[in-house]
């Protein structure tokens, strides 16, 4: 069964790195990995996006291993408006195609 | 603002009913999505178009009924829901299918069941 695996929760403190994996085994071949945000009645909203290596925006940073199982993003200096949902989103190969799978999410608490 | 637009905002409605959720982008996308968010699952993809095209039905049950007359309108026909379907609905756009392309998401639409 293809699915992503993310922390359910983290909590951090302003002016603090925060650093998020998910998990994706099955990723598709030729697919990119997409990070989305989420405030509460909302919907989600674009971060940053990346195929391999290493992306860099003026918000976050993505890095993804060689074997792109996994992926981490990475939010510089949070502040306390970085409180949100932060989800994974990777084609993955399931049932002969590929399909667009979310991970569960996870809960950024940014405490002052 | 995304671009993206849904209607009704909030929608209540027995399990006997017959609604439409209606979506709009104004982006000149081609590909549309409508996912599904209940409090305990992730989101989940329900269907998406491309160039007007259903290209990916994920097992939803058929008291769903997606249509999408053109690329910028995209319809989700409601009939004999069950409580289980209370979620909040979102639709979301991108310039093509495939995960490669930002996909900008609606507000939603916060249906309940009765």
């Known amino acids: 069964l293809a699915k992503t695996t993310q922390p359910i929760s983290m909590d951090s403190y302003e002016g603090q790195e925060v650093n998020i994996t998910c998990s994706h085994n099955n990723i598709a071949t030729n697919d990119y990995i997409t990070w989305y945000q989420q405030f509460p009645s909302q919907g989600p909203r674009f971060i940053i996006q990346g195929y391999k290596t290493k992306v860099t925006n003026e918000v976050a940073s993505l890095f993804i291993p060689a074997d792109r199982k996994s992926s981490t993003l990475s939010l510089p200096r949070v502040s306390l408006s970085d409180t949100a949902v932060y989800y994974c989103?990777?084609?993955?190969?399931?049932?002969?195609?590929?399909?667009?799978?979310f991970g569960a999410g996870t809960r950024l608490a940014v405490h002052p | 603002e995304t671009g993206v637009t849904q209607t009704p905002r909030h929608l209540v409605m027995g399990m006997t009913n017959k609604k439409s959720l209606k979506c709009e982008q104004h982006?000149?996308?081609?590909?549309m999505y409508w996912y599904k968010q209940s409090a305990k699952k992730p989101l989940e993809l329900m269907f998406v178009?491309?160039?007007?095209?259903?290209?990916e039905n994920n097992s939803v049950p058929s008291r769903f009924s997606p249509e999408c007359p053109n690329s910028s309108h995209l319809f989700l026909h409601l009939h004999t829901l069950q409580p289980e379907d209370s979620a909040l609905y979102l639709c979301?756009?991108?310039?093509?299918?495939?995960?490669?392309?930002?996909?900008?998401f609606g507000p939603g639409t916060r249906l309940t069941v009765t």
């Open positions: 989103l990777v084609a993955m190969f399931s049932g002969g195609y590929n399909k667009l799978i």
């Open positions: 178009y491309n160039f007007k095209e259903q290209t």
């Open positions: 979301a756009s991108s310039q093509d299918g495939g995960s490669s392309y930002e996909q900008y």
């Open positions: 982006l000149g996308h081609n590909a």
